[in-house]
């Protein structure tokens, strides 16, 4: 029966040198093949593993200070659905979200939420750029009497579209047994759904919404990363990209 070993603590970076030095000592030269997960700052170590070298992988994690966990592989976890949401409605009972093309909201019952993380990303967004005026002769045609050609100079400015990067946030709501992963990007979500209790700008909207997120998903598990956020407003560490956000996510959801 293969096994997995993850990291229990979510600890950023993952401590890189350290780990790789009980990999090399408990693995040999296979630990080559789990190299490139190390250079990733999620937890997760190894897989594929006989149940001796994932119990000597563990007891060396555990002396060395790194509080590590075992998973058997039998059974398959299969890959999460993820959806952007831009609309939803959060009550009492259940979380109303609008999933896929379908304009109809999908009810999902807060009890079955099983993770909420939110984390800082980068979001690429395109720019209007206008270029540098230039003089451009335009001919007008010739005149009645000399047939002399006639030309008029014009100043034109140009106007490109260039990729421009920022940190934004992601919010990323996990139903486990549902196998679905809700993406929400506060600065599109349509807060409609605040009725009376809207705010005049996106930065209250968006602390109502996670002032909501704590009172409905109080049986979810929240990340450190997004406790912190909650206690202090800071996002650190920044992940590399949303495919490196989702990556993390799906290690807590394997060891949660």
């Not at 398959?76 to 109809?104: R, S, W």
């Not at 807060?191 to 705010?199: G, I, N, S, T």
Request: net charge positive; charged share 25%; proline share 5%.
């Amino acid at each position: 029966m293969p096994y997995s070993v993850f990291l229990k603590d979510e600890s950023f970076p993952l401590p890189i040198e350290p780990v790789s030095r009980v990999l090399h000592q408990v693995l040999g030269g296979v630990m080559l093949d789990y190299f490139p997960q190390l250079k990733l700052h999620y937890g997760w170590i190894a897989k594929d593993l006989d149940l001796s070298t994932a119990d000597a992988l563990l007891a060396a994690l555990e002396s060395a200070g790194f509080p590590a966990l075992k998973k058997e592989d039998s059974e398959p976890k299969g890959a999460l659905q993820l959806y952007a949401v831009k609309k939803a409605e959060l009550k009492e009972d259940f979380l109303y979200a609008q999933i896929g093309i379908t304009e109809a909201l999908t009810s999902v019952p807060w009890h079955s939420l099983s993770i909420v993380s939110i984390g800082s990303v980068p979001i690429t967004k395109q720019k209007s750029v206008v270029g540098e005026a230039k003089k451009h002769s335009i001919n007008w045609g010739v005149t009645a009497l000399t047939g002399i050609p006639v030309s008029k100079t014009k100043t034109v400015k140009t106007t490109r579209f260039e990729n421009v990067s920022e940190q934004g946030v992601l919010i990323h709501l996990i139903f486990a047994q549902e196998k679905i992963l809700l993406e929400i990007r506060p600065t599109a979500f349509n807060y409609a759904y605040l009725k009376e209790r809207l705010a005049t700008n996106s930065r209250e909207n968006f602390k109502t919404l996670l002032q909501d997120l704590q009172r409905f998903a109080t049986q979810a598990c929240w990340t450190r990363v997004s406790r912190k956020f909650l206690e202090t407003g800071e996002l650190k560490p920044d992940f590399v990209d949303a495919k490196d956000f989702l990556r993390y996510n799906s290690w807590i959801l394997e060891k949660s």
